[in-house]
């Protein structure tokens, strides 16, 4: 009976039979031949509702996905300051630390919620079933993205002359 506890017990001592590492390795190729054939989930809603020109011309009103791309990498650095309203409320009183509430999905999702919103006019309901978030989420998002717009715009305002705004295109 004794044998037979030792025998359950893992085995360090004796190799493995001839071939089992080949077999186990064959074995690990072709898992991953068959991940790189496997079409994962997008990492985030915005390269789902966007994978092309027309969807991205439809949800953000950019002509195409370059016109956005040069559009995204200039404001990213930014975005990162971006505070919910609910903090920027109180920024007047104290620092500004973190967002609030914690930031739960990518900002170029939050950029594309805004966008579903103020851009095409979708009713708050609906984006919040499509990202999966409350309707309080949705429209926090909306007011942070929209004081953001209009503190950056405001300072690129006052950096131009009103001459140049007005011949802008």
């Known amino acids: 009976m004794a044998a037979k506890a030792v025998r359950m017990d893992q085995d360090y001592v004796t190799h493995p039979p001839a071939g089992a590492l080949d077999e186990a390795l064959d074995?690990?190729?072709?898992?991953?031949?068959?991940?790189?054939n496997t079409?994962?989930?997008?990492?985030?809603?915005?390269?789902?509702?966007?994978?092309?020109?027309?969807?991205?011309?439809?949800?953000?009103?950019?002509?195409?996905?370059?016109?956005?791309?040069?559009?995204?990498?200039?404001?990213?650095p930014s975005v990162l300051r971006?505070?919910?309203w609910t903090k920027a409320k109180r920024a007047g009183e104290e620092a500004c630390q973190d967002p609030s509430p914690p930031r739960i999905m990518p900002l170029i999702d939050e950029f594309l919620m805004y966008s579903m919103r103020v851009a095409v006019g979708m009713k708050e309901q609906l984006i919040a079933d499509m990202f999966n978030v409350s309707i309080a989420r949705v429209s926090r998002v909306t007011i942070a993205w929209a004081s953001f717009y209009d503190a950056?715009?405001?300072?690129?305002?006052?950096?131009q002359g009103k001459g140049e705004v007005r011949h802008a295109p």
């Open 27 to 36: 074995y690990i190729h072709d898992l991953e031949a068959m991940l790189q």
């Open 39 to 76: 079409d994962l989930p997008p990492t985030t809603l915005f390269s789902r509702y966007c994978a092309s020109d027309d969807q991205i011309r439809f949800y953000t009103k950019f002509p195409s996905e370059s016109v956005f791309t040069i559009f995204w990498e200039s404001i990213s």
């Open 82 to 84: 971006l505070v919910y």
């Open 152 to 159: 950056g715009l405001t300072s690129h305002l006052d950096k």
